[in-house]
């Protein structure tokens, strides 16, 4: 305790720095799972990919169930935020959905290593069967990604760009169908150009309804 002027005033404590890096240490556990599923990455991979051993793992996230779902949910937060910006409303909506779709296929083929498709996808679809809170997890997940279609195809209908009468809903279900075919066939070994001619026909479809 110190005094000044007439007041006491409480020292400020030093807090211990975390030895880790929370948002690098997701990335790097995020990879891992990407990389052989939930299932197929045990503790001792998540330990050597986030340079934590097991007790300092259990600290900072929990078990490994905890892990992924914390991996998840960084992982829908960086998708929104991409595609936020992608679909920003200044440009025509055929311009805004390709950027998404070129966007998605820039992660799903990384520049220095094999096709992986979605995180999301790859990993949670399996683990969704027997895990009620990675299923709760994958379904909000796609359910806010097609909120965010839905109203930006609503604000191309509501400017003229679409027929007055086109069903926002369905439309985005179709262009969520479209990202969710690009991250399965990227991962089965289709080439990046052929999703890329696939996603241009769909944004086609789309732009097509008009009065």
Request: glycine fraction near 8%; hydrophobic fraction near 45%; proline fraction near 5%.
């Amino acid at each position: 305790m110190v005094q000044k002027e007439g007041k006491r005033v409480e020292p400020k404590r030093r807090g211990r720095p975390p030895a880790y890096d929370r948002d690098a240490a997701l990335q790097q556990a995020t990879d891992a799972f990407w990389r052989a599923g939930f299932s197929g990455t045990s503790l001792d991979e998540l330990a050597a990919a986030t340079g934590m051993n097991r007790p300092s793992l259990y600290a900072a996230f929990g078990d490994k169930r905890a892990l992924y779902l914390h991996a998840l949910d960084r992982y829908w937060r960086q998708a929104y935020a991409a595609m936020d910006a992608a679909l920003e409303p200044n440009a025509p909506l055929c311009e805004a959905l390709m950027r998404v779709y070129r966007m998605a296929l820039s992660l799903y083929f990384p520049v220095n290593g094999r096709p992986r498709g979605c995180f999301a996808i790859g990993t949670a679809t399996t683990e969704a069967m027997q895990d009620p809170s990675v299923r709760r997890a994958f379904a909000d997940g796609l359910r806010a990604l097609d909120r965010r279609f839905e109203a930006r195809i609503r604000a191309a209908r509501d400017g003229g760009e679409l027929a007055s009468d086109a069903d926002p809903g369905a439309l985005a279900l179709f262009a969520s169908a479209t990202l969710h075919t690009l991250a399965v066939r990227a991962r089965s070994g289709t080439p990046r150009a052929e999703l890329e001619r696939l996603a241009r026909r769909a944004v086609s479809l789309i732009c097509a309804v008009r009065g």
